[in-house]
């Protein structure tokens, strides 16, 4: 059985995750605000992410972690003319500095494992377009994060990134929603598509390691550039 600690549990690719890997019997510590839509077979860690300097108090002693895969993120859509100094700190701090602060924490039992981090990137965490400036460069951040890790971890700790495209999650929904924007969830890749391929990249043999992964929808649908009229 291995430990494998999920952030964003409670819902989408988080949520989804955590089913598949309970279900084959891996223990899951789940980072979640909110433990309540926790899938059944967890074990929650109640803490904030948008809270980094918070992260070393919330975590209980952890001596040995097969892998930790960051899901959670945010995102706050807008124009960089539009975008207040309260919306770029927290989406950098929830999407870029509350994983790397957690994987400095859990360096050492991921060291003793010789195990894996696993970040969830975004498609705009290799190319940002119209409204997506800080959620954008809060993934392209943690394509940084990895890619140095990856390096200064070389034969002991795994490091890899998925990038999926168009997901159908709540917070795409929400996002759409909020933006008036054309949404077909036939058009999306499922959480549980995505989160089935992380599942794969989790049980790489030790003698791999995939580096970037992207899944993208076949015919997705275009990321809305512009904010709805008032």
Known sequence: MRTIMVTGASRGIGAELVSILTARGDRVLAVVRDPSGLPEGAEPIVADL????????????????????????????????ELGVGVWQRELNVNLVA?????????????????????????????????????????????????????????????????????DTDMQRKLRAELKAEYDPARATSAATVATAIAQVLDMPADAMVVDLRIVPPNPIPHPTRMPDA
């Not at 980094?52 to 993120?73: K, N, Q, T, Y």
């Not at 060291?111 to 959620?135: D, E, H, I, K, M």
């Open 50 to 81: 948008a809270d980094p300097a918070s992260l070393a108090g919330a975590l209980p002693d952890i001596e040995r972690l097969d892998a930790v895969v960051h899901c959670a993120g945010i995102s706050s859509p807008g124009p960089v003319g």
């Open 99 to 167: 994983p790397a602060e957690l994987t400095r924490i859990l360096l050492p039992a991921l060291r003793t494992a010789r195990g894996q981090v696993v970040f969830v990137n975004s498609g705009a965490g290799l190319s940002a377009g119209p409204l997506w400036a800080a959620y954008g460069a809060s993934k392209h951040g943690l394509k940084a994060l990895a890619d140095a890790l990856r390096a200064e971890e070389t034969g002991v700790v795994r490091v890899s990134t998925v990038y999926p495209g168009n997901t």
